[in-house]
């Protein structure tokens, strides 16, 4: 009789981390989270503390493992793990004592805005976005890095040394549990090095021409290794000795989560952000409508899979937002009551432009703002115009994929918290007048990065073995209002756009 096998997925992101363990069928079994400190030292300044990450995975690691032996399964069993992860946010750290030079500065902090008019002003900046797939921006990890270096004596001191070294939080992660100082490996992969900017989208390889634009040629850059192969092992803690075996950016093990292999399929993440990925095949295609050129996932031996993609800087982060700064609702769960307690938002338009927009504006001059008041206004009118936001900008960017791929969309693909709410749900079906589908089990980002370690550990050896995973007990949302409403609601979220951007002058 043989022994059941199971895969385990570290999902480090922007608010908490979990460690989850699976069946190859993708069943969770066994999971611990822990969220863990935001650090905001000024307005649109938003940090974490490397050494805490780090802690918050091995203690749900070893949660988990009393999980498991209580349920009479052998740690051994666990024949893989695969780390996803909060992309673009930015750690550099001193190759001689292995310790961080600073706070992570995350993917949503908004301070580099001078820094990216200073880069879109040199000589060079308009051909920035071929080579790598991106646009200049506070979003980007490249962007961080340089002004960690302007404006951090101890970075400064570091890099002109030649020991700055550079790490999305899937590297620092990986160099800490194979490690660290000793004998630790200094390696990401393709997805999370495709969202650094020193990356070449076409070669996936370090290039120099961005390295020299941002003036980072004595950087110490991890190497670039695929999604699914074997890393190392952990080097401490109960899962000391598992194969460390898959490694994707959180958007594209959602993507590989849900199983969006072929070309023209989507899915969309509702999480502290929300961020859509189209699936567009073995060629990068460069986007016309203000959307990001990815890389979808890159397992070994076989060609990297692109993807075009749309991301909203604030989603769950608005909902948060309401709960911990405003004091309007008492729990994140409370917000779908409330909105669902009235028919519409009775007017009014809330662009949550809280870090500026992202895809498809690409707007770092916008603010927060709320629109359209009355003195009929209560609470659940605001609850949810909020809900309404991460689903009008999300029709923005579907429109912007349906321009640069030439395909209209017939369904989308939905997980995250937010996918929880019926009501938000219904409401994204309504704005983009097509069916939503969301899995009953909705750790689909997790499971990507498990799926990619079992990959390389030979849990599963072709696609075609994952085409059961997660398929039963999905819901469909339909819409149930006419385009005429549709138009007439999205007209009034364009106009709030409009006097949203351009509130910061310098």
């Known amino acids: 009789m043989m022994t059941e096998q199971y895969i385990g997925s570290i999902d480090q992101g922007t608010t908490s981390t979990r460690f989850i363990i699976f069946t190859p069928s993708g069943h969770p079994i066994a999971s611990h989270q822990l969220e863990f400190t935001q650090i905001y030292p000024e307005p649109s300044w938003v940090e974490h503390d490397p050494q805490e990450l780090v802690g918050s995975v091995h203690t749900c690691m070893e949660e988990v493992a009393k999980n498991l032996r209580a349920q009479g399964i052998k740690l051994s069993q666990v024949k893989g793990i695969g780390i996803t992860n909060q992309r673009e946010t930015t750690i550099v750290w001193d190759t001689q004592t292995g310790a961080a030079l600073y706070n992570a500065i995350v993917w949503s902090d908004a301070r580099t805005a001078t820094t990216v008019k200073q880069l879109e002003s040199k000589e060079g900046s308009k051909e920035i ?36 070294a550079f790490s999305t939080i899937d590297s620092w992660l990986l160099y800490n549990l194979t490690g660290g100082l000793n004998g630790g490996r200094h390696i990401t992969d393709t997805t999370n090095a495709s969202r650094s900017m020193f990356m070449n989208i076409q070669t996936q390889k370090w290039d120099s021409k961005l390295l020299k634009f941002f003036g980072v040629e004595k950087l ?3 190497e670039i290794v695929s999604s699914s192969e074997v890393y190392g092992r952990l080097g401490t803690g109960s899962f000391s000795g598992t194969t460390l075996s898959g490694c994707l950016g959180d958007q594209s093990a959602a993507l590989v989560g849900q199983l969006a292999f072929e070309p023209g399929q989507a899915k969309n993440t509702y999480g502290t952000g929300c961020f859509l990925l189209y699936n567009t095949g073995e060629k990068p295609v460069i986007s016309k409508n203000g959307l990001l050129t990815t890389v979808g996932y890159h397992f070994k031996g076989q060609k990297p899979v692109y993807a075009l993609e749309g991301s909203i800087a604030v989603a769950g982060s608005a909902i948060k937002w309401l709960r911990d700064k405003m004091g309007l609702i008492e729990s994140s769960q409370a917000i779908g009551t409330l909105a669902s307690e009235v028919e519409d938002s009775a007017g009014v338009i809330f662009v949550t432009a809280l870090s500026g927009l992202f895809a498809p504006y690409w707007r770092p001059d916008a603010r927060g703002t709320i629109l359209g008041l009355t003195q009929y206004t209560t609470k659940h009118h605001v609850c949810r115009a909020v809900l309404e936001a991460t689903c009008f900008q999300t029709k923005a960017i579907l429109d ?54 079992g990959f390389a550990v030979g849990v599963y050896n072709s696609f075609e073995e994952l085409k059961h995973i997660n398929q039963d007990g999905k819901t469909s949302f339909k819409p149930q209002i006419s385009s005429e409403q549709r138009n007439t609601r999205y007209a009034l979220w364009e106009r709030g756009v409009e006097r949203a951007i351009g509130w910061l002058e310098n």
């Open 129 to 164: 976005p071929a080579l790598c797939g991106l646009p200049i921006s506070t979003y980007f990890a490249g962007v961080k890095v340089r002004w960690l270096i302007d404006n951090v004596p101890e970075v400064k001191e570091c890099y002109e040394r030649g020991h700055l």
């Open 220 to 222: 110490v850059l991890p």
């Open 400 to 453: 912007a994929m349906e321009l640069d791929s030439g395909t209209p969309f017939t369904k989308l693909r939905v997980d995250g918290g937010m996918t929880n709410s019926d009501l938000a749900m219904q409401i994204q079906s309504d704005i983009l007048g097509i069916e939503v589908e969301r899995p009953l089990m909705r750790e689909t980002t997790a499971l990507g990065a498990a799926i990619a370690a």
